[in-house]
């Protein structure tokens, strides 16, 4: 396992930089790495990637001194499983990161879940420990909350920020606030000591997560030390926040706020990088976890640009991602490449849209399959909960499970990104399309061995009650009896 994990993570990163990294000579130093993540940040929310507001000086210019993938996937519509499959170079039903509770249910690491990362899973911060790397987290984890799941149990040498999603705030009674940690001890929770004002969308956590990167940077390039930063941060989550000095400044709301703070911060970690002459020895990469939460818009919520529907789903909106790929003499400047997802998957080779244990589609060069379609369920989106707000599509955007394995729905998303017209089952190219995609799925079906499902129970007294630290700032709280259930997952 840990070699093929080991090979994948490799080719992740080794295809993007076109082999740059054989091509060193054997003395050249090892190159530092900065992952990016941004958290329900869409494909069109940048301006290189045509947002009309261009907000993003920072990350239009990063693409114009480096690469540009338009055609970049997560490898699931939803954080915990996404963060999951980035950090292992596996899909979640293989990693364990899914649920069998329901068919095709969306599930993550709310701070009920009793499971987590499986210790059996090979993480990119173990693996690079073994090339003298020091890794550092800043932001959210969302693999698991408890003690052993948390990310100096991972690979991780330091960690500051959350292991849940800013929600909130609770009253610690029936719900505790979310804790924020320095390494292996909380400093404090969200809202009561790290504030987001919930009515003025003000925090000044992004500031604070900018800091505690290029501290880190500093002391490794210091010690000479090739270093491994996961900068995973969260303000364009809801509910959406940003410091004052933001606050009130974008075309686009508060949400453009968020993003407009985040771009500034990503401009001053490249700015850093050159001001300590690491430039051309740090390879950086850019995505987002997972598509625009649409069904936050349009105050708390991005754009997926042309692409169907968003966060939580398997349409395009859902999982195909912006992506920046930034080495300074290493990646050529204004490059483009094409097709990617977050486990590795070069052009070429086939993208599975996973929702829960269910293939929903596959994609095999421009055509994609849907073997399922689901947007959310009827009683959600009569309640006003709506995944695909302003683009429901007959017959595509269902809101019961709808099966096509019989006759998949086959798009080509060259002429139709936005999943709209189904080619005609009757058409040379329909059959065509058919015959390559059906042989890829069959392979892939008959070589899967499903993860053990980490995401299927629940308890309330495995919540965040007493994380290690709380003694020492007198916030320790009495967790209840406990309750296991199994956890439901209404989307």
């Not at 771009?263 to 850019?286: A, M």
Request: net charge neutral; charged share 20%.
């Amino acid at each position: 396992m840990g070699r093929m994990v080991a090979l994948t993570l490799i080719t992740f990163f080794g295809a993007i930089i076109c082999c740059s990294w054989t091509k060193n000579l054997p003395n050249a130093p090892t190159p530092n790495i900065i992952i990016m993540l941004m958290d329900d940040m869409g494909w069109g929310d940048l301006g290189v990637f045509g947002q009309p507001s261009k907000e993003t000086p920072n990350l239009d210019a990063m693409a114009a001194e480096g690469m540009l993938l338009p055609n970049f996937y997560t490898a699931n519509p939803l954080c915990s499983p996404s963060r999951a499959a980035l950090l292992t170079g596996r899909l979640p039903i293989r990693n364990g990161f899914y649920t069998t509770n329901a068919r095709a249910r969306n599930a993550y690491t709310p701070q009920d879940i009793v499971g987590g990362i499986s210790k059996d899973e090979i993480l990119l911060p173990q693996l690079l420990k073994t090339k003298g790397y020091v890794s550092k987290i800043v932001g959210k984890w969302h693999l698991g909350h408890r003690p052993q799941y948390l990310p100096l149990k991972n690979g991780f040498d330091e960690w500051f920020g959350s292991p849940n999603c800013h929600f909130g705030p609770y009253n610690d009674q029936s719900i505790p606030n979310i804790p924020v940690y320095n390494n292996s001890e909380m400093l404090g929770r969200f809202y009561e000591d790290f504030k987001i004002d919930r009515e003025t969308g003000e925090s000044n956590l992004t500031q604070i997560y900018l800091m505690e990167g290029l501290d880190f940077i500093l002391r490794q390039t210091k010690a000479q030390q090739p270093f491994f930063l996961y900068w995973a941060v969260d303000a364009t989550h809801a509910p959406v926040y940003a410091s004052k000095r933001f606050l009130g400044k974008s075309q686009r709301g508060r949400y453009g706020d968020a993003v407009m703070e985040l771009d500034y911060s990503i401009g001053q970690i490249l700015k850093w990088l050159r001001t300590l002459g690491i430039d051309n020895n740090t390879f950086v990469f850019f995505t987002s976890d997972n598509g625009a939460a649409v069904m936050s818009g349009p105050n708390e919520s991005g754009s997926n640009g042309p692409f169907l529907c968003g966060k939580e789903t398997t349409f395009e909106g859902g999982m195909r991602e912006p992506a920046i790929a930034w080495w300074p003499g290493h990646i050529k400047e204004g490059s483009v490449r094409g097709c990617m997802v977050a486990t590795g998957t070069e052009i070429g080779r086939p993208i599975y849209y996973y929702r829960g244990n269910e293939l929903m589609a596959v994609r095999l060069g421009e055509y994609k399959a849907h073997y399922w379609t689901w947007s959310n369920s009827w009683e959600e989106f009569r309640q006003g909960i709506n995944f695909c707000p302003g683009e429901e599509v007959p017959n595509v955007t269902t809101h019961e499970q709808k099966e096509h394995t019989l006759q998949p729905l086959i798009f080509h998303l060259g002429r139709d990104p936005g999943e709209k017209f189904p080619l005609s089952v009757l058409s040379k190219e329909y059959q065509d399309a058919l015959s390559r995609i059906s042989a890829v799925v069959q392979q892939h079906k008959d070589t899967l061995v499903p993860g053990i499902p980490q995401l299927n129970m629940c308890d309330s007294a495995v919540m965040n009650w007493a994380p290690a630290g709380c003694e020492k700032l007198g916030k320790c709280l009495k967790p209840p009896e406990s309750n296991p259930w199994k956890c439901n997952w209404p989307h």
